[in-house]
Every structure is written in C-alpha cells, then in structure tokens.
C-alpha cells in the first residue's frame, strides 16, 4: 500500500524573518479583513495603508495569508494586491490550514488562523479590528468562534476593539475567563463593542501605556503561560456609531433575519450587511477607524516589547 504525504511549505519573508531574530518590532496583520470584510477597491487601500502606518512607526510589518496553500507570514504589496482583487479567495480558520496546504487553494487568514501563524514565527503582537465570540443561542447550537480556543493555547498579544455588538458579549466574556485569557482595557475599564466605546460591560483590569502591556506579556511568559493578551482599544467616541442607532438598527435586524429564516454561519453576514445598509456605510467607516486605531497601538506596544 502506498501513501501520500505533502509537506506544507511555510514561508517567513526575509525581511520579517530579520526583524524577529534581530529582536526588531513586528505587528502581525490579518487577511480577512481585505479578502472578505471591505468592499473593492477600498480593502486593498486599507491594508497596504495599515502597512505604511507601521513602517511610519519604525515597526515591520507582517501581513499573513495563504498563497496557493503555503501560509505566508509577510505578504509583499503584490501578494496583497492579488489576494485583494481575487474574489475566489477562501477564508481559511485554523482548522482549514491543512486542507489549504493539500488543495492548494488561496486564503484570507482569520484571527485564529493569523495569531497561530504570527505565534509560529516568533511574532509577539497582532493587531486586528474585531474577535469572533460567542453567538446568540450558542447554548443549544454550539456556534463559538475557533479564534477563543485558539487564543487559549497561543501567547501572543491581540489588539482588538472587542468584539462586533451583534455578538453575545456577556456569554464571550464569561468564556475568555473559562479559557484563562486575560481581557485588558487600554485606558478603560468598559468592554468595547467594536461599533461602540462601550458595550455596556465592565472589565476588570486596564493600562494606561504600551509599557503596561510589555510588562504584563514578560510576566506571562515567565510564568510559562501559554494563553493570548487581550488588549481592548476602544474606537474613540467622536468616531463611533451612536450607541442608540446601532440598538435600534440590530432589533430591526434580528426581526429580518427571523422573518427570512436566516441561521447559522449565514448570521453574522447577514447582520454586518444590514447594519452597513442602514447606516449607508457608515459602518464601513467605523471598521477601518477601528482597524487604523489597533493598527497604530500595537506599532507602540511592539515597540515597547524591545525596551
């Protein structure tokens, strides 16, 4: 009997490579969010910018996708502009790696899949716009996002801005204390909701700089403790959604979905998409302010890592 075996070809650019064993900062940055969360052209504009803001910052920055199955940590602008423009791009969580590497198909890397790569290659900080948690009726369908238990066994500090309002976000928190991944507000002690300042959620612990946030990750590690930072960076309140439209717009959503019988995995973009029609976009905005904001935050703590 014979057998297959396919070796799964995983790539570190040279220049991210150098930076990691010259103890240089580093950001990771996921795929997802121009593969599958912004519209055309203004997806490819986000991420090649997210990357001039960190180079701005003195800080290199890795972006991390699947090209033709290999994982690849430090796209260059050409393999960003590809991924960007191919809508036949698939969205490649960490239990799809495999598959990626054995069929050999493109992929944009969700948190999970991003922070086990960035982890792999020695970086120490990823920054990205919103977690995945837990779904309303998870109790009877089970439906929790893989970045939770994925950020339970990879230590490496995630800056988000919570996670998305149309989430249960009392049943993720209560999660993220079940996995032992320690949530911590940046300059706050409310738990942001990624649309909003302020989800409505206290949270126990905050920092008040990027030197904070070094010292909680040396302190981590040298208790040989394998679980992610969650660090929780607010969108500003000038530039949020007002937290009362958004209210009144998920209800009306909620109700749609009911009446057309949506459920499952076609939940979430059924919700994000009627809640971009009803602000005619504005969410759209929302979410690359978000994005900028952790972009530039986790440039100041992988910064403060190398002191």
Same mark, same amino acid.
């Given at each position: 009997?014979?057998?297959?075996? !396919?070796?799964? @070809?995983?790539?570190?650019?040279?220049? +991210?490579? #150098?930076? /990691?064993?010259?103890?240089?900062? &580093?950001? $990771?940055?996921?795929?997802?969010?121009?593969?599958?969360?912004?519209?055309?052209?203004?997806?490819?504009?986000?991420?090649?910018?997210?990357?001039?803001?960190?180079?701005?910052?003195?800080?290199?920055?890795?972006?991390?996708?699947?090209?033709?199955?290999?994982?690849?940590?430090?796209?260059?602008?050409?393999?960003?502009?590809?991924?960007?423009?191919?809508?036949?791009?698939?969205?490649?969580?960490?239990?799809?790696?495999?598959?990626?590497?054995?069929?050999?198909?493109?992929?944009?890397?969700?948190?999970?899949?991003?922070?086990?790569?960035?982890?792999?290659?020695?970086?120490?900080?990823?920054?990205?716009?919103?977690?995945?948690?837990?779904?309303?009726?998870?109790?009877?369908?089970?439906?929790?996002?893989?970045?939770? !238990?994925?950020? @339970?066994?990879?230590?490496?500090?995630? +800056?988000? #801005?919570? /996670?998305?309002?149309?989430?249960? &976000?009392? $049943?993720?928190?209560?999660?993220?204390?079940?996995?032992?991944?320690?949530?911590?507000?940046?300059?706050?002690?409310?738990?942001?909701?990624?649309?909003?300042?302020?989800?409505?959620?206290?949270?126990?612990?905050?920092?008040?700089?990027?030197?904070?946030?070094?010292?909680?990750?040396?302190?981590?590690?040298?208790?040989?403790?394998?679980?992610?930072?969650?660090?929780?960076?607010?969108?500003?309140?000038?530039?949020?959604?007002?937290?009362?439209?958004?209210?009144?717009?998920?209800?009306?959503?909620?109700?749609?979905?009911?009446?057309?019988?949506?459920?499952?995995?076609?939940?979430?973009?059924?919700?994000?998409?009627?809640?971009?029609?009803?602000?005619?976009?504005?969410?759209?905005?929302?979410?690359?302010?978000?994005?900028?904001?952790?972009?530039?935050?986790?440039?100041?703590?992988?910064? #403060?890592?190398?002191?």
């Amino acid at each position: 009997m014979s057998s297959i075996r !396919t070796r799964v @070809a995983f790539h570190v650019s040279e220049e +991210v490579a #150098a930076a /990691v064993v010259g103890g240089r900062p &580093v950001v $990771a940055l996921e795929s997802t969010i121009f593969t599958h969360g912004l519209p055309r052209p203004r997806n490819l504009e986000v991420a090649l910018e997210a990357e001039e803001r960190l180079r701005g910052q003195g800080v290199v920055p890795a972006t991390i996708g699947v090209l033709a199955g290999a994982p690849t940590v430090g796209l260059s602008r050409e393999q960003i502009t590809a991924l960007s423009n191919d809508g036949a791009v698939k969205k490649v969580s960490l239990r799809d790696l495999p598959v990626a590497a054995a069929l050999r198909f493109h992929g944009g890397t969700t948190v999970a899949a991003t922070a086990f790569l960035a982890h792999r290659a020695g970086i120490k900080v990823f920054s990205t716009g919103g977690l995945g948690g837990v779904h309303h009726g998870a109790a009877t369908s089970f439906d929790e996002s893989a970045d939770m !238990t994925t950020l @339970a066994a990879t230590p490496i500090i995630v +800056v988000s #801005a919570g /996670v998305k309002s149309i989430l249960d &976000v009392p $049943a993720t928190l209560e999660r993220f204390e079940t996995l032992n991944i320690p949530v911590v507000g940046y300059r706050t002690n409310r738990y942001p909701g990624f649309f909003v300042s302020d989800s409505g959620l206290a949270i126990e612990y905050a920092v008040n700089t990027p030197d904070e946030v070094a010292a909680i990750c040396s302190a981590r590690d040298d208790l040989h403790i394998e679980s992610a930072i969650l660090l929780a960076n607010p969108i500003a309140k000038d530039k949020q959604l007002p937290p009362a439209e958004l209210d009144a717009i998920l209800s009306r959503a909620w109700a749609q979905a009911e009446k057309n019988g949506i459920n499952g995995k076609d939940t979430t973009p059924f919700l994000l998409d009627f809640i971009q029609r009803e602000t005619n976009g504005r969410s759209v905005n929302v979410n690359v302010d978000v994005y900028r904001s952790n972009v530039s935050l986790g440039g100041e703590v992988a910064i #403060a890592l190398t002191r």
